[in-house]
Every structure is written in C-alpha cells, then in structure tokens.
C-alpha cells in the first residue's frame, strides 16, 4: 500500500513564525502536491512538483513556498504565519507515467495560527 | 479552465436508504473524473474514478458513479447507505497539463447517515 505521511497532524503557530510542513512518501512516486481544505471551499491546490528540485504554483501559492530536495520529501513552508493560514494542508502523491491520475493522500495536517 | 460544481453541501439520509451525491463539472475536451471519500479526521482516499470506456463506474463499498457527457455530470450512488459512510465526498476532474496533470476538486458534500 501506498503510504503518505505528514510530519504533525496538529500544529499551533504564532503569527509571524517560521512553519514547515513536511510529507514524505514511501512508493517512489514523482509527483507530490501540497493542497488546503477548507469548508466550503474544497481542496485548494498551493504547489506541486514533477520531480525533485523542480516546482510549480498552484492556484493559491501567495505566502507559500515549497521544499523537493529528494524524491519522496516535499515541503510546504510558510516564512511569515499569518492568521488566514489556519487550515488544514493535505499532501498527496501521484506516479507519472500512467494515465490514472489518482492521487494517494497523507493525513493532513491541522494548523492553527493565532 | 475546468472547475467542479457539487450540488449539495450536506445531505442527510437514513441508514439503508439509497443515496445519490451530484456533481456538475465544465466540459472540457477529454476529462478524467473521480469522487474521493473523507472520513473524520483522515485524508482522501479514491472512491471510483472514471477515465474512459463504460459510463457506470463502480467503486469501493458499493458506490457507482455515472459519466453523463451530455448532462456534463458525474453524480455518485449508492443504493443502501450504511452509517459508516458517514464522510465528506469529494467530486474531482483532472485535465492534463504541461508536465503532468492538474486536478480541481469540488467544495465537498458532507454525507450523513442516521439510523
């Protein structure tokens, strides 16, 4: 079984700190995403990467960047916490050279910065 | 752009009555489409996907979708819900792009079976 783990599943930040996020898979998998879930909103993708040292902006990167130094670590950092960042940040990892598309998630990581 | 449009936020139901969550998305040339499932406190995991071929789809603990390219519709079934399908399902098309794919999921339908 594919296995996506993320480093917190609760994390508490004061405004303005320093945060990483960290997700490492476990199935050689070349693309990782970094998404947020919030209500009513779905999932909302931040970036993502096809490859190590390689990434892309998603649809919401402002305040984000993003970490892939090696193939099964990708990670989301938030240099200046802001309260309109408490979220929940899902990762999820993908192989490429398929046509499936599906993606395998991690737990998420519940954060909340006050 | 492709986006997702999932017609119900909440949708309660008693257990072992049957269930349909509909989702809407924007057509597109080719789409690959898919509904994920959320249980408390647990990331997504892949309900069905449909990528081509037959237009029922049939997934895990007894859910079906049906691709409607007509209606531009994927809405997911089941016909006898049990109170562990109590989740959020998410609706999802994923288009590809340069260097890979992109996925646009949907706000999300809480399901809530009582019984």
């Known amino acids: 079984d594919v296995k996506v783990t993320q480093s917190s599943r609760y994390l508490v930040k004061r405004t303005g700190e320093k945060v990483f996020l960290e997700c490492v898979q476990d199935?050689?998998?070349?693309?990782m995403f970094w998404y947020r879930q919030d209500p009513g909103l779905g999932l909302r993708l931040i970036y993502f990467?096809?490859?190590?040292?390689?990434?892309e902006k998603g649809d919401i990167p402002e305040g984000y960047s993003v970490s892939r130094e090696k193939k099964e670590r990708f990670s989301l950092i938030l240099e200046s916490a802001s309260t309109n960042q408490t979220s929940m940040y899902l990762c999820?990892?993908?192989?490429?050279?398929?046509?499936?598309?599906?993606?395998?998630f991690g737990p998420g990581t519940r954060l909340t910065v006050t | 752009a492709q986006s997702v449009t999932q017609l119900d936020s909440q949708v309660p139901v008693f257990e072992e009555a049957p269930v349909e969550l509909r989702c809407n998305y924007s057509s597109s040339v080719s789409v690959y489409l898919f509904w994920y499932v959320q249980y408390p406190n647990q990331g997504l995991q892949l309900l069905l996907k449909?990528?081509?071929?037959?237009?029922l789809v049939k997934g895990i603990n007894g859910f079906e979708a049906e691709f409607n390219k007509s209606q531009t519709s994927f809405h997911l079934r089941k016909p006898s819900v049990h109170i562990s399908d109590t989740a959020e399902y998410f609706c999802?098309?994923?288009?590809?792009?340069?260097?890979?794919?992109?996925?646009?999921f949907g706000a999300g339908t809480r399901l809530f079976v009582k019984a």
């Open positions: 199935m050689d998998h070349e693309n």
């Open positions: 999802a098309v994923s288009d590809r792009i340069t260097g890979g794919f992109k996925t646009i």
């Open positions: 449909y990528l081509s071929g037959s237009t």
């Open positions: 999820a990892s993908s192989p490429s050279g398929t046509s499936t598309y599906e993606q395998y």
């Open positions: 990467s096809y490859d190590v040292k390689m990434k």
